[in-house]
Structures are given as C-alpha cells and as structure tokens.
C-alpha cells in the first residue's frame, strides 16, 4: 500500500503504517521521525528523507531507504533489516542487538555504539563510505564493517572503539588505523576473519548492485577487543 | 608476604558458655568468618572476613553470637579518622578505586529529620482514621491541560495514560542480577498484593515476571540491556535512567562474574561478559535528545504507557526538571543523594549530588512558577525511611515517592553494604543459588505487604491528624510543615516557615 507522507506529523503518519498490516510504500517523506518503531515482520519502502529514529527497536521488519537518513537510525533494534541508500546521520544502530544495518554512503558520528550479541542474535552494520569518530565505543558484540569506497585514508575517525569489550570492527583499508584506545587490538584480518564478514558484504553488494568480489579482494584491517572485562582490575572492595 | 595494616573493624564476640558448637554459624557464613577446629572442639573465627551483616548472630540458637565494634583504635584524629586511614591503606595496597554498596553513611543533614508536621488543635477538627475514609490513591502522569468538549458538550476523555496506586509509594529499581530472583519475585508480588509497582532496573524482565506486568515499571537505562518491544510492552510504564542518587554522573558496570545463567538471559547477553552502562546515553546530549527517546518509546508502545524519566539530585535539578517535563516524559523520578546502589565508587556515593528533600521543593517550586507542574508527577527516592519521610515528601510538592533500601530491609537486609562483593548471606544481593534460597519469596512478600500496610495507616493517621481526609490535598502543602535548627536560606529553599512561627 502506498502513503504519502506530504503534510502529515509524525504521530499522523506512524499511526497509518501501523494500521495497515501489510507492506508499506511511503511517498514525499520528508522529516518525519519514528517511523516503523518496534515493527515486525513486514516490508517499508521509504522515498525521500525519514526523520530521527528510522526503526528504533525494530524486530523483523525490513526498512529500505531511497535516500538519506537522519540521526538514530535503529536504536536498540532487536531484529529485521534497514538497507539505506544514502548516507546516515549520528548515533547509528545504538546499542543494537539484532538484524542488519546497510548504508551505502557515510555515515555520522558514534555509529553502532554498544552493539551486542546473544546467542542467535548478532547485529551486523555495513557502511560503504566512511563513518565520523566514537565508532563502535563500548561494543560489546557484533560486527561493524566500514568499506571506505572512494576514500583514499583510514576511513573511520577518532576514538574508534574505547571501551570494546566484543565484537569486531573491520576497516577496508591499506593504512593501519592508528590512534586506537588501549582496549583495542587491530592487525591485518586474516582469512578466517575475513570469511566472517563475507556474506555480509554479498548482501551489501546485492542491495545496491556492486561487486562483492571485488570489494572482498582488498585489505582489512580488523579491530578486536583485549579482554571481556575491561574494569576487571580497576576496583578494590571498601 | 606484604604486612596488611588494616585491623578488622568489628569483632565476632562469641559467648562460650553459651555456645554448642552446632556449627550453624560455619554453614550460613558465605564469607567464611567461623571454622569448626575438630582437634580442640571449639568454634573460632576470622574478624577480617566478617562484613556484620548478623546472619550468625540472628540465626544462633543460643544467642552466642554477636558482633561489637573493634577495641583497636590509632592515635585520635580529628582530621584523619581511622575510617579515612584505612581507605588510604587499601588504595595504597590495591591501587583501586574505592567501591562500595548501599547509600551514603557519611554525616550530612537530614533533613526530613529537621522537618515537623502540623496537627488539628480545637480550631479544625482532626479525623479518625478508623472512623472515616481516608484516601491514599494517587494517580500518576501527565494531567490533560485543557478540558475538550465534543459538539454537544460533552467532557472528552482526554487524560494521559495513569498510573494508579493505591498508595504514595513504588518500589524503585533493582535490577534482576545487583539483586535475587527471590527478592525481584517477593517486590512483584507485594506490589500485586499492595496495588503499587515495583521497578525492573536495568537488568530486563525474568520471562517468569510478565505475569507481574500491571505492577511492573520496566526501564531503559545507557546500557539498554534486556529492552526489546516484548520487554517495552510488557510493564505498566517505562523508566528511561538518566541517573542514580548513588552515582550520578557516572553508568555502571556489572562485572562479567556475576553474569550467569538467568542473569544472562534477561539482560541478553553471554556469560561472562561484562555489563556496562555508560555514564550517559551516548544518544542523548540535550533535552531534545532526550525527547527523541521518549517519543521512541511512546511510539513503541502505542502511546498507552507513562514514561518516567529518573535523574540524579544534583546542582541545578530543577532546571533539568524543568527540560524533562518538556521533553514529553509524564513523571519525573528523582534520586537523592542518599539513595542505595549495588555497588558505587564510594568517593561519587559520598561526595556527589545534593539531598532529596531540597532537590525536591526546588523542583516542585520551579515547576509551579514555570506553570508546568501538571505536565508531570514527581517521584522522590534517595532514603524514604518511614511513613513520615513520606507524608513530608508529599508536603514538600512528591506524588509518590521509591522505597529500595527500606524493602531490601523488611526481607532481611541488615545493610552491611557488602552488596557489590556477591555473596549476601540474606539471600538478597547474590546470585549464588545455596544464598538465593535462603530468601523465601512466600515470606518476603508479605513482610513487604506487612511493612506498606502498616505505612499506609501510619499515613492516615498523620493526616488526619492534619484534618486531611485525602493524600491529593496533602500535596504541596506546606503549610504543615515547620522548620527546627534550619537557616533561613535553608527555610526559604524548602518553602517552609520555622516552628514557632
């Protein structure tokens, strides 16, 4: 079904996509925040700009974007897709859980900030560009890969990963990320780290017609944490 | 071997003549102070490892039992006491940050301890509260700002979504995993029983709680663990954490020991990995923010739950109120310095944040000035300790206020502040299973129920003898408070006259 999104407040046009039960088209989008919160199990296609929020606590729905997105997108989401062809604003995937997040552009700052994994669940962020500093800070699950198409530098920014205690991040890049917080170990991804991260940049290949082969051909670096515990030693009982 | 400088602080006295060496002390110290000696047939014990909690002492048969604080002194010193040498030592030995449980013990004014209800004298007569109805309900959430009519006049209903409580009070969070599945069962069941909430904390919701949902406040706290859209359903509100009386200013990190088996569960994540809940949302740096992630919440669940949005006592606490009550949320839960934690670095317990009883008169005052007051309920934490902390609260401008410390009391906590070390011989502030049970949930929940009904009654006898018959007129009533051995800015940010005037 399609809505237009022309004129309509947020609360207005959250309220007709969760009316209708079946797959969503939503047309002028322009601004609007908290679409698809929470949603299941069914498909939203997005022309035009959604606000703040796109998909926050999603779990299962597919999000597909023909355009940009703002800051927040998949906030603490449980499961489900958001394929993004644009760029992404800051706060990207805050404290996801499950499902995957794909943008083919850049994006903001403190992109999949305390990402975590539980048992089936491991949420994946794909981003082709380049993403601003606080990548991954407190990560402690799941796998951040930042492609760094056309950029000719390390692709990320300051900060990458303080207080990581899980997860991987990979960076497609020739130069050794430098900079990095003491919790963090980076080195050249070996095969086996490679062959983590392999469907996933199939399915980014996929959704926005690229070569997968030729972008798994390059070098990555991966960043893992030291430890699970980072506080470990830092207490003494009173 | 290094030389250990600290002598312990409490001695275990044991009577000899009493006792019978029936060896219940050695079984039900998890730390391990007592130690059966076969040879000589006689019980000893370790002073160092004892943390006073009176598990022996109450479950000694013959009273053989108890623990007095040691003898042993340094040279007295008004400016180093032995308290602060000791810290010195232990830093010194250890190089760690200080960390400790429970609310600050430290020696700042009380002042709900300087604060004196009024009482009907010949002019107004008081009511008897077993003789007339007296109302302790109260509503909270946001009250509608205009009454709509449809075309034919008709009053629309268009109240916020309440909560209903059948008295001022709320258990406030605990997280299942700083405490029990017992005590998370005895506090759900009490507040199903008491017709009030108790509050999830940080840690998710056990799938054998659901069933608790009416009564069940679930929170969202930095760390976001255990919230999904099941979990955000399942309460009767939604508590977004911005802060704790204990440690404002800083997250909170459950270290990765403590999370096993159903720990892991509801809070969704492996065994053994760390929690940490950042010191801020890294999503939120402005009231904007912060309505952004109440209005994601309000979206999840349809619009029909209250957000609470729970801060810290601090400097300026009722500007921020101020911004919160803007920023959509529909009650505002503030936590004075003196409120407990599992665990707290013990220079931020001690040292940070101001008094519940000012932050609150500050915020209600501010609030009416504003001509916000309506847009939110306020909810006061950080050491409610009896029925009159709590009709002095409500006085001062509270809807409702949290109890935490004074619960964990009624199920046995005898606050030996030891919680952060996992091993609560109450079976209150452990995971281990062989302490978990020693907390029975049948019991602790009506020693709960005993403690609120005996609160609620305590509550009307205050105002009744106020001639108030109902708690909504009691608040903000300052007028039946009096001031002791306050100044006048003390009086004035109170909002309150001195007695005698």
Redesign the interface.
């Known amino acids: 079904m399609n809505i237009s999104a022309r004129n309509l407040d947020f609360k207005e046009l ?1 309220e007709q996509i ?1 009316a209708v039960g079946e797959d969503v088209c939503i047309n002028n989008c322009y601004g609007q ?2 679409i698809g ?2 949603l ?1 199990g069914r498909t939203l296609t997005i022309n035009g700009t959604p606000g ?2 796109l998909g ?2 999603l ?1 299962g729905a597919v999000i597909e974007v023909n355009g940009s997105v703002q ?2 997108v998949g ?2 989401m ?1 499961n489900g897709k958001i394929i993004i062809h644009g760029n992404a604003g800051d ?1 990207l995937g ?2 996801m ?1 499950g499902g995957g997040i794909f943008i083919r552009g850049d994006a903001g700052y ?1 992109t999949g ?2 990402m ?4 089936d ?1 491991k949420p994946a962020i794909i981003i082709g560009g380049k993403v601003g500093s ?1 990548l991954g ?2 990560l ?2 799941g796998l951040i890969v930042v492609l760094g198409i056309g950029s000719e530098d390390v692709p990320v920014g300051n900060f990458t990963g303080t ?1 990581m ?2 997860g991987r991040i990979f960076i497609r890049t020739d130069k050794e990320p430098t900079g990095l917080p003491s919790q963090v170990t980076a080195g050249l991804a070996s095969d086996e780290d490679l062959r983590e991260i392999t469907p996933y940049i199939h399915e980014f290949a996929d959704y926005f017609s690229m070569d997968a082969e030729l972008l798994t051909k390059d070098r990555f670096y991966v960043l893992k944490p030291n430890g ?11 | 071997m290094a030389v250990n400088f600290i002598y312990p602080d409490y001695e275990v006295a044991r009577n000899y003549d009493r006792c019978i060496g029936c060896r219940v002390c050695e079984r039900q110290c998890a730390n391990e102070v007592h130690e059966y000696l076969a040879d000589s047939n006689k019980m000893v014990c370790d002073d160092a490892k004892c943390v006073n909690c009176h598990r022996c002492v109450t479950l000694c048969p013959t009273r053989a039992l108890k623990i007095i604080k040691s003898g042993n002194t340094y040279k007295e010193n008004v400016n180093w006491s032995g308290k602060t040498i000791n ?1 010195l030592y ?2 010194a ?8 449980s429970m609310g600050n013990p430290e020696n700042y004014p009380v002042y709900f301890d300087k604060i004196l209800l009024n009482a009907s004298q010949v002019t107004n007569p008081s009511i008897d509260p077993l003789r007339e109805p007296m109302e302790t309900k109260v509503s909270l959430g946001a009250k509608p700002r205009n009454i709509e009519r449809d075309e034919s006049g008709r009053i629309l209903n268009n109240l916020p979504p309440q909560l209903s409580l059948s008295m001022p009070v709320m258990f406030s969070a605990m997280s299942y995993g700083s405490i029990s599945y017992n005590a998370h069962e005895s506090l759900a069941r009490a507040s199903e029983a008491l017709g009030i909430l108790y509050n999830t904390g940080e840690g998710g919701l056990h799938e054998d709680f659901y069933r608790y949902g009416e009564n069940t406040i679930v929170q ?1 706290a ?3 663990f255990g ?3 099941g979990y ?1 359903n399942s309460g009767s509100a939604i508590e977004i954490k911005m802060g704790q009386g204990a440690k404002p200013g800083i997250g909170g ?1 459950l ?2 020991a403590k999370i096993v088996d159903d720990v892991s569960r509801t809070r ?3 065994e ?3 929690a ?1 809940s ?1 010191a801020p949302h ?2 939120i740096y402005s009231i904007e923010d912060l309505r ?2 109440v ?2 919440l309000k ?2 669940t ?1 619009y029909k739950k209250p957000v609470i949005v729970k801060i810290a006592a601090v400097h300026n606490v009722a500007v921020i109120a101020s911004g919160i009550a803007r920023s959509g949320a529909d009650i505002i839960a503030i936590d004075g310095f003196r409120g407990g934690t599992g665990a707290a ?2 220079r931020i317990r001690d040292h940070v944040g101001i008094p519940i009883e000012l932050a609150l008169a500050a915020t209600d005052k501010r609030l009416r000035d504003e001509g916000i007051r309506d847009y939110v309920s306020i909810v006061v934490g950080g050491s409610i300790r009896s029925s009159a902390d709590i009709v002095k609260a409500v006085a001062l401008g509270a809807d409702c206020v949290y109890i935490a410390t004074a619960a964990l009391l009624a199920l046995g906590c005898h606050l030996c502040r ?1 919680c ?2 996992g091993r609560c011989n109450w079976g209150i502030a452990t995971q281990v299973p062989e302490l978990v049970k020693r907390l029975n949930p049948e019991i602790g929940y009506k020693r709960l129920v005993n403690l609120l009904t005996a609160w609620q009654h305590e509550i009307k006898e205050m105002m009744g003898g106020m001639g108030i018959n109902s708690i909504e007129s009691l608040k903000g009533n300052r007028l039946m408070l009096r001031g002791v051995d306050l100044n006048e800015k003390e009086l004035e940010i109170l909002g309150i006259k001195h007695a005698g005037e």
Do not use: W
């Open positions: 959250n969760k925040r908290f919160t929470g299941k703040n929020a926050a606590y779990d800051d927040a906030d603490t449980n706060a805050y404290a859980r403190r900030i305390h975590k994994e539980y048992k669940k606080f800070e407190y402690a699950g207080g205690h899980g699970k515990n980072p506080y470990k030693q830092l207490y003494t009982a009173n | 810290e232990r830093q030995e250890s190089g760690g940050v200080l960390l400790s969202v930095s760390g976001r919230v999904h859209p955000l990190h270290p990765g969704m994540i492996p053994g990995c760390d940490i950042p890294h999503d952004q992630l209005y994601s979206e999840a349809n670095p013990t030891s952060h070390a």
